[in-house]
């Protein structure tokens, strides 16, 4: 939010002010061009007695009278807007009132289509105040042909006068492509921890709080695993010396030391220690955090859960983004007060990501490659041509035309109407995942009006290109994601609803979506299992299965990956999956959501390897990752996709959006609004390219051409003095060699 003075101006990017396809934009016109929605609009040049003055222009308008959030200041751009160009907007807003306390504010665009349906896109959103004008700022993209737009400044509750003082909405200027981090000078694995291995004391280490620190003995003498492997060594000694940590009287108090110039900015920093609990527990697990204070954030540098007094390895990661930070503090805390804390071996240290992909390329080779021979015939005798019959003239052409592996991403209803989006999403991706449309909460977001248009809509463009469809989902766990009509609900009426919502969904679609989410994010969530009891959730499971027998059924859930939420960690997940198994839930697959930030590569891989265990596919079912540097972002989604693509138990990853302005998170995109692959983007086509498999050459002297590939789909050509014969092939996951005869 930006709080704005006396003389502060609205701040676009660089352009004239005919640009503006808002009419009468500061009011000198009075009210033309401007209406109330749903209330009465005033035009003001003062209020409070000359203590509220516009800081642009003459004057302002409020908004009074309102009754509903809804209710606000509107004006109809229909005719001024073009389709596929995206728009910035700029609002100068303020609160008025008796005894205000701040509100939400929002810009909204409500859109009539040229075939019927009626859109809502968020531009923007705030919290204003009645003491200062404030600038919301926005963005948005029309997918669709028009036959109505208005853009809304709204969102206080009832009751709450809104005041707009200039509206600006302009062509968006395309940003300057960001520059690739300066990284010559860093030391990748060097730890910036100082008497990490504490042979000088306690120097430079102090206590966070009063609390008391002591160097003990006693602690492991090897690194933790997972630094091992970025670090690649094996069983490097450690010197047993740990802090031991007392007189703990909150849960922040712990060792702590000042990091600030040993940081290079955009680095990716891994996080690895050996950490112990002792005292007065209660029986209670501990929660123990690695946390950075930069400036005035705070950052999660990894957690674990400690249910004992054995030594547990904490790992993580953190990076600083946006500008080199005057002072950053890198502590560790989070066991109850009185609970003594021990810390052996801390490391931090950047990773050297380019070491961490020549590493996977080879365990890639083992996991998604196979051998295949092809072997020319020929003859009176059907028998293998020979060197001497083909004398070097038959040449044998190898192109690989897709990869078998599942990358998909996710698309909305509004997607589909834009080619651009549509040409993207079909060349590039193989699955495909609905946003929010076969969400209950947009099946039937009010009782008894149920609609699965959109859903439908979306489910013909998937078959129409050949694609697969994980369905998402079914039910959602979280309080907040339940509709109101479902939270209102009677236990006996509940489960009559939840009933027929699978009925009605599973029987529609039989057949169609070769997974289902059946009740999204259990680890966060309980609404389901609260109101109906603990065998609900089994429950679903089981009438999925009996109402669609071919889908795979998974459980799905955020921050498992990361290392980083002491709900969510790998353990945890394992233990409810094993609970659901023995309750006789037909849990067929594992979702690892990966809203991911600042990915370490052995983090990932070690929560993969304890999943594995559980001899269920994994995937990747909501990929993405944030950073407002591209050449980061790329490098974030490189980790990403070459992790999952190198572990034998992961089976599919699904990017959760590509385009901007239609993805969950800021910085994630992959193609700008208007269509531009920025560098993320190109990165993705980079790992697809170099995940297909061609190859060129001769006969040996048995008539054997051999290669190893990539699984998927192939064409092969091969060329003798009298012609070429072609041949379509598949390369399947398998041990052996796969052995293609030609005759030739």
């Not at 492991?220 to 060594?233: D, G, I, K, T």
């Not at 240290?349 to 992909?357: C, E, I, S």
């Not at 697959?589 to 390897?609: A, E, F, K, M």
């Amino acid at each position: 939010m930006a709080i704005i003075s006396g003389s502060a101006e609205v701040r676009l990017s660089d352009g004239g002010a005919d640009e503006n396809i808002i009419l009468n934009p500061e009011f000198d016109s009075g009210l033309d061009g401007w209406s109330g929605s749903g209330c009465k609009i005033e035009l003001h040049d003062s209020l409070d007695d000359g203590k509220v003055v516009p800081v642009s222009g003459k004057y302002f308008v409020a908004a009074t009278g309102r009754t509903d959030t809804w209710n606000g200041v509107m004006q109809d751009v229909t005719a001024r807007l073009q389709r596929k160009m995206a728009y910035e907007v700029a609002a100068t807003v303020r609160l008025s009132g008796a005894n205000v306390s701040p509100c939400e504010v929002r810009a909204t665009l409500a859109v009539q289509t040229a075939d019927g349906r009626q859109q809502y896109i968020g531009v923007g959103k705030l919290q204003a105040s009645d003491k200062d004008w404030a600038q919301l700022q926005g963005k948005f993209l029309l997918n669709s042909t028009v036959a109505k737009a208005t853009i809304y400044i709204e969102g206080p509750r009832a009751g709450v006068d809104l005041l707009l003082n200039c509206l600006v909405v302009k062509h968006a200027q395309k940003p300057e492509p960001s520059p690739a981090p300066d990284f010559e000078n860093l030391v990748y694995g060097a730890n910036i921890i100082q008497n990490s291995n504490l042979d000088d004391g306690l120097n430079p280490w102090f206590p966070l709080g009063p609390c008391a620190l002591a160097v003990g003995e006693g602690s492991p003498r090897v690194l933790p695993r997972m630094a091992q492997e970025s670090l690649a060594l094996d069983d490097e000694p450690l010197n047993g010396k740990h802090i031991h940590v007392t007189n703990r009287t909150q849960t922040w108090m712990g060792p702590a030391q000042i990091i600030t110039d040993k940081l290079t900015l955009h680095a990716t920093y891994q996080v690895s220690a050996w950490v112990r609990v002792s005292g007065k527990m209660n029986g209670a697990p501990q929660n123990i955090n690695v946390a950075l204070a930069v400036d005035s954030q705070w950052l999660n540098g990894g957690q674990v859960l400690a249910r004992d007094e054995r030594w547990y390895e904490i790992g993580g990661s953190f990076r600083v983004e946006t500008k080199p930070a005057s002072r950053v503090m890198v502590y560790v805390q989070g066991p109850d007060a009185g609970v003594d804390l021990m810390v052996a071996g801390f490391q931090v240290f950047p990773v050297d990501r380019k070491a961490r992909a020549k590493h996977l390329r080879k365990l890639t080779d083992k996991v998604r490659k196979r051998d295949v021979v092809v072997k020319l015939t020929g003859g009176a005798d059907g028998g293998a041509v020979k060197k001497e019959a083909t004398d070097e003239c038959v040449e044998v052409r190898v192109r690989q035309t897709s990869n078998s592996f599942p990358l998909g991403a996710c698309i909305m209803r509004t997607n589909m109407d834009n080619e651009d989006f549509v040409d993207f999403f079909t060349k590039h991706f193989n699955w495909a995942v609905f946003g929010n449309e076969l969400k209950w909460y947009w099946t039937e977001p009010q009782r008894g009006q149920v609609s699965y248009a959109d859903a439908d809509d979306l489910l013909k463009l998937c078959c129409d290109n050949g694609m697969c469809v994980r369905g998402h989902c079914i039910f959602w766990e979280v309080d907040s994601m339940v509709q109101q009509w479902v939270r209102t609900l009677s236990t006996d009426d509940l489960s009559a609803a939840v009933k027929s919502r699978i009925d009605s969904l599973l029987t529609r679609y039989k057949g169609k979506f070769r997974h289902y989410d059946v009740n999204n994010e259990m680890l966060h969530g309980s609404f389901y299992q609260d109101k109906l009891g603990k065998d609900i959730r089994a429950t679903m499971f089981k009438t999925a299965s009996e109402l669609d027998p071919d889908a795979l059924l998974f459980v799905n859930d955020y921050n498992v990956e990361g290392m980083c939420d002491i709900r969510a960690t790998p353990e945890a997940y394992i233990e409810q999956i094993i609970g659901l198994q023995e309750q006789g839930a037909p849990v067929g697959g594992v979702g690892l959501q990966g809203h991911v930030s600042n990915p370490v590569g052995p983090v990932i891989r070690s929560v993969l390897d304890r999943l594995a265990v559980l001899g269920l596919p994994l995937w990747f079912t909501e990929l993405d990752v944030s950073a407002a540097n591209e050449h980061v972002r790329a490098d974030d989604l490189e980790v990403m996709l070459r992790e999952a693509y190198a572990h034998p138990a992961v089976e599919g990853v699904m990017l959760w959006g590509f385009w901007e302005l239609f993805m969950s998170r800021d910085d994630a995109h992959l193609v700008n609004a208007e269509g531009d692959i920025n560098e993320a983007g190109r990165r993705l086509l980079q790992l697809k390219k170099e995940w297909l498999t061609h190859a060129r050459g001769h006969a040996d002297e048995n008539g054997e051409f051999k290669f190893r590939g990539h699984h998927g789909t192939y064409t092969v050509d091969v060329i003798t003095s009298t012609g070429k014969i072609s041949q379509e092939f598949t390369v399947d996951k398998d041990d052996s060699p796969m052995v293609l005869d030609i005759k030739v």
